[in-house]
């Protein structure tokens, strides 16, 4: 069914203005109730009924114990019976009860104990003189059954529950009343005479059956009213005189209804009411519900029977949506099993479940699906906008908790959804950590509820002077309404296998960090190792180096006379050669220094830095009569040397790899979110569109060194300390159009690095 937005004043004025049922202290005037005392058994308590059923009035009969008014062998068999701890073996009995002289009255009767420790014996008259035998109940029972065996049909299964009880009872309609997940009731079957109006198909406000009652036929599986329109009887006296307090008469058979119940029944044109209870799993799955428009008595023989039948067949449509769970629930276990083997075998757990077969939406039955994870967002089938499932993320962290979260209607709740209502009316939605889900989405189903009467005015508050009561609506006619913003509601199995899905998502997550964590800890050490082979590599390089080229330029100024012109133009390529190496070592070096590790956090003049730069460039500036000009630099949290090295790199290579023209750069700075977005800009000689990542891998040249000199090291450096700052470099370019070189710098340093990136990946 569907969460409708009922008119909640008639509920809340139900519950204000109804007794609780343990303080209900009248009965129906059919039968006679006495609470005794144990274990005297001396009657505390009458209904005002006595003179007309018993020949006594109810002053006369308080004190006595039942020994009285019974013969001594039946009193031994009643006392033996409640000897036990279940008066289920006593309950019925027949018993006679002496009147006046040889005149006797049989009744049924019926024991049990209030919650308040007191037993409460029930009496009505026996309507017939013999007990209806055991293979009677055998033959009901087989009968029935017999038929539900030829259909596997839930409906058909409801219509024989119906059809035989109204044949065994004689009532003019039998009805079988179904909850709904959110307490409204529906009419499933319905066996009737022809003269009345069907209300096969009709919904019912949960407010026709309040909790008190749902209570009440929780602990009552069968409930008569033989008489609708009769007067309630009252106890003598109202108070037990021992508590001084009403008798708890929750479990009592003959207790009087509420007002406000009678009403409706005669509302419906209804003279007598049996309802019977079908319970699953301790609750309220639905009722029988049998009227008579005349007073019909009920035999309590006949009573039992209708319940006997109720809970044989009702058991017999339990085994059956049981089965059909179970299928489902196997079906969604194998679902469940290949995903997680999917997952296992997969680079990542997402992968796994978006890109297998079945995959992540053949689990919950929707039309979509989406995981967030370090970020970012996967989707299957249709979805909202990841902008609106960034907003509905959020949404989810602030107002759930648990382990898993469901709606069937989710703009109801969270009126943004409304806008994607299309997609997404029902939700479905696990976490995985804090900021991490994995969400299932069904579509809005547009119904039509047909409803006996108008559920909005389900109850009126009728106040006359002092008097204010509860009154039921006077009519049932058909009122329809058409439900918007509903998906098809969750099964539990559904529910379960995601939850099961998020233990076995949860478990593989960890493993991979462990994993992760141990890859980590091999690179850390195998950097280490090669950081420090660079280093030692590198000064180790250095005195063969000089030496090579100290004994050259010696070889040259001892032997200058000597050599002919090939011979001292091998001597330049030599020095040249020492020289260009000398330049990549002291580059490897610097480049491995470049370390997250060594970073020097602080609050950084970005402008100091790049006037650092531009004074260690000022020579090559001045050769080349570049013009530099920049916009005002933040202040940001960055080592001030690294930044520096990075300005000077970026703007060496603008003035290195100048056009025709004098160079010009220009260094802008902006803010954007939580990051500062830096540009070096030149008019060069530009680089082709696709060179653009290859120019920051080590040792990479896009030109020779006899065009432009260098190691081929400087923007792989500035790759190093840009990345160790937890930002991004990247350029853009064409050739012979300039390029502009970008670079991000996070507002606050190494923390907000990581959101930063994580930001840029989505």
């Keep these: 069914?569907?969460?409708?937005?009922?008119?909640?004043?008639?509920?809340?004025?139900?519950?204000?203005?109804?007794?609780?049922?343990?303080?209900?202290t009248q009965v129906q005037p059919h039968g006679i109730l006495l609470v005794l005392k144990e274990p005297e058994l001396i009657i505390l308590q009458a209904s005002r009924n006595t003179t007309s059923l018993l020949k006594m009035d109810a002053e006369t009969l308080l004190g006595k114990a039942i020994d009285e008014i019974l013969d001594?062998?039946?009193?031994?068999?009643?006392?033996?019976?409640?000897?036990?701890?279940?008066?289920?073996?006593?309950?019925?009995?027949?018993?006679?009860?002496?009147?006046?002289?040889?005149?006797?009255?049989?009744?049924?009767?019926?024991?049990?104990?209030?919650?308040?420790?007191?037993?409460?014996?029930?009496?009505?008259p026996a309507l017939t003189e013999e007990n209806i035998p055991f293979l009677s109940f055998y033959h009901l029972a087989k009968a029935s059954i017999s038929?539900?065996?030829?259909?596997?049909?839930?409906?058909?299964?409801?219509?024989?529950?119906?059809?035989?009880?109204?044949?065994?009872?004689?009532f003019d309609r039998v009805m079988l009343y179904r909850f709904d997940h959110d307490g409204h009731g529906e009419v499933v079957a319905e066996e009737k005479i022809a003269e009345l109006e069907s209300y096969f198909g009709l919904h019912f406000p949960e407010s026709d059956i309040p909790q008190p009652a749902r209570k009440m036929f929780l602990s009552n599986w069968i409930r008569v009213i033989p008489d609708a329109h009769a007067e309630p009887v009252a106890l003598y006296p109202a108070n037990n005189p021992l508590t001084y307090q009403p008798t708890d008469l929750t479990l009592s058979i003959l207790r009087s209804p509420y007002a406000c119940h009678t009403e409706y029944l005669h509302n419906m044109g209804v003279g007598a009411s049996l309802t019977?209870?079908?319970?699953?799993?301790?609750?309220?799955?639905?009722?029988?519900?049998?009227?008579?428009?005349?007073?019909?008595?009920?035999?309590?023989?006949?009573?039992?029977?209708?319940?006997?039948?109720?809970?044989?067949?009702f058991a017999e449509i339990s085994t059956r949506e049981e089965t059909a769970d179970y299928t489902y629930r196997m079906r969604l276990a194998q679902v469940q099993s290949a995903l997680v083997e999917a997952m296992s075998e997969a680079s990542n757990f997402i992968e796994g479940l978006t890109q297998s077969e079945p995959n992540l939406l053949d689990l919950a039955d929707a039309t979509g699906a989406a995981i967030c994870f370090g970020g970012r967002w996967t989707t299957l089938g249709q979805t909202p906008?990841?902008?609106?499932?960034?907003?509905?993320?959020?949404?989810?962290?602030?107002?759930?908790?648990?382990?898993?979260?469901?709606?069937?209607?989710?703009?109801?709740?969270?009126?943004?959804?409304?806008?994607?209502?299309?997609?997404?009316?029902?939700?479905?939605?696990?976490?995985?950590?804090?900021?991490?889900?994995?969400?299932?989405?069904?579509p809005e189903v547009i119904q039509t509820v047909n409803w006996g009467g108008d559920p909005n005015h389900a109850y009126e508050l009728k106040e006359s002077g002092d008097d204010r009561r509860l009154c039921p609506r006077k009519s049932f006619e058909l009122w329809k309404e058409t439900v918007?913003?509903?998906?098809?509601?969750?099964?539990?199995?559904?529910?379960?296998?995601?939850?099961?899905?998020?233990?076995?998502?949860?478990?593989?997550?960890?493993?991979?960090?462990e994993e992760l964590a141990l890859l980590a800890q091999d690179l850390e050490r195998s950097n280490a190792e090669l950081k420090k082979f660079a280093y030692v590599a590198s000064h180790d390089l250095q005195e063969p180096l000089n030496q090579v080229a100290n004994y050259v330029q010696l070889l040259e100024m001892r032997y200058h006379d000597a050599l002919d012109q090939d011979a001292t133009e091998f001597i330049d390529f030599a020095v040249e050669g020492v020289s260009l190496m000398q330049?990549?070592?002291?580059?490897?070096?610097?480049?491995?220094?470049?370390?997250?590790?060594?970073?020097?956090?602080?609050?950084?003049?970005?402008?100091?830095?790049?006037?650092?730069?531009?004074?260690?460039?000022?020579?090559?500036?001045?050769?080349?009569?570049?013009?530099?000009?920049?916009d005002p630099m933040p202040q940001i949290v960055a080592d001030g040397t690294q930044l520096m090295q990075l300005f000077q790199n970026l703007i060496g290579n603008a003035i290195k790899f100048r056009g025709t023209e004098p160079p010009k750069v220009h260094i802008g700075a902006q803010?954007?979110?939580?990051?500062?977005?830096?540009?070096?800009?030149?008019?060069?000689?530009?680089?082709?569109?696709?060179?653009?990542?290859?120019?920051?891998?080590?040792?990479?040249?896009?030109?020779?060194?006899?065009?432009?000199?260098?190691?081929?090291?400087?923007?792989?450096?500035?790759?190093?300390?840009?990345?160790?700052?937890?930002?991004?470099?990247?350029?853009?370019?064409?050739?012979?159009?300039?390029?502009?070189?970008?670079?991000?710098?996070?507002?606050?340093?190494?923390?907000?690095?990581?959101?930063?990136?994580?930001?840029?990946?989505r």
């Excluded at 009860?97 to 019926?110: C, E, H, M, S, T």
């Excluded at 060179?691 to 060194?705: C, E, P």
């Excluded at 923007?715 to 300039?738: D, F, P, T, Y």
């Design 1 to 24: 069914m569907t969460d409708l937005n009922l008119d909640t004043q008639s509920s809340s004025l139900i519950s204000l203005k109804q007794p609780s049922i343990h303080r209900l």
């Design 72 to 124: 001594s062998f039946q009193v031994e068999r009643i006392r033996a019976g409640l000897s036990a701890d279940n008066l289920d073996f006593i309950n019925p009995t027949r018993i006679w009860i002496k009147r006046n002289g040889d005149d006797y009255a049989v009744f049924d009767a019926v024991f049990h104990r209030s919650a308040d420790g007191f037993l409460v014996l029930e009496l009505e």
């Design 147 to 170: 038929q539900l065996e030829a259909t596997s049909n839930l409906q058909d299964f409801c219509q024989i529950i119906v059809r035989e009880v109204r044949k065994v009872t004689g």
């Design 276 to 313: 019977i209870s079908l319970m699953k799993d301790q609750k309220l799955w639905g009722l029988i519900a049998c009227h008579h428009r005349t007073p019909k008595p009920v035999p309590y023989e006949l009573r039992k029977a209708c319940e006997f039948l109720g809970r044989v067949i």
């Design 385 to 442: 906008s990841e902008e609106e499932l960034n907003y509905l993320v959020q949404w989810l962290a602030k107002n759930n908790d648990d382990e898993v979260f469901y709606t069937q209607s989710l703009p109801l709740i969270y009126s943004d959804a409304e806008r994607f209502k299309h997609v997404a009316s029902g939700l479905l939605a696990i976490p995985i950590s804090k900021r991490s889900y994995v969400l299932w989405f069904r």
């Design 484 to 513: 918007r913003l509903n998906s098809l509601s969750w099964k539990p199995v559904e529910i379960q296998a995601t939850l099961e899905l998020r233990k076995a998502i949860v478990n593989i997550v960890l493993k991979q960090a």
């Design 583 to 630: 330049t990549l070592i002291d580059d490897v070096l610097v480049y491995s220094k470049v370390d997250l590790k060594g970073i020097e956090w602080q609050l950084t003049h970005s402008e100091a830095a790049l006037t650092h730069a531009l004074s260690n460039l000022r020579g090559r500036i001045a050769e080349t009569e570049a013009t530099v000009t920049y």
């Design 671 to 761: 803010r954007q979110e939580d990051t500062w977005l830096f540009s070096v800009r030149d008019n060069g000689i530009g680089i082709d569109p696709q060179f653009s990542d290859r120019i920051f891998v080590i040792f990479q040249r896009l030109h020779t060194r006899d065009e432009y000199p260098g190691s081929g090291m400087g923007l792989a450096i500035c790759k190093k300390i840009v990345e160790c700052h937890r930002g991004r470099i990247w350029v853009e370019s064409n050739v012979n159009q300039g390029a502009t070189f970008y670079f991000t710098i996070p507002v606050g340093g190494r923390d907000a690095g990581k959101k930063t990136h994580l930001s840029h990946r």
